[in-house]
């Protein structure tokens, strides 16, 4: 029987691509509070989706990892945990309390 020459390494689970839901571009003030302190920091909601948002913010580096995050224009109160940061920029997924 022929056997192969051609070495192979270990496979791997490819997860197949999930389309993602389309976010809606939106410039919403809003609120992130930080749970621990009660600290209140105003933000801009960039763009949103059902799953989370994008938020940009000014010293975004004193934002943890889960807030709050409120808007009044329409009624969002939500928790929600930081997945990303850049620049003045953060990701957040919204998570159910």
């Known amino acids: 029987m022929f056997k192969s020459s051609i070495k192979r390494g270990p496979q791997r689970h490819v ?3 999930v389309a993602r839901e389309s976010r809606v571009e939106v410039q919403k003030s809003a609120s992130v509070s930080v749970i621990e302190t009660g600290e ?3 933000c801009t909601i960039r763009d949103i ?3 989370g948002a994008r938020i940009s913010i ?3 580096e004193r934002v943890p990892n ?3 995050i409120k808007s009044r224009s329409d009624g969002l109160d ?3 945990e930081v997945v990303w940061r ?3 920029e953060i990701g957040v ?3 159910s309390r």
């Open 58 to 60: 000014i010293n975004p």
């Open 93 to 95: 997924r919204f998570v």
């Open 86 to 88: 850049r620049g003045n």
């Open 15 to 17: 997860r197949p691509r």
């Open 49 to 51: 989706h059902s799953r």
């Open 78 to 80: 939500t928790l929600g």
């Open 40 to 42: 209140t920091l105003s």
């Open 66 to 68: 889960k807030v709050m």
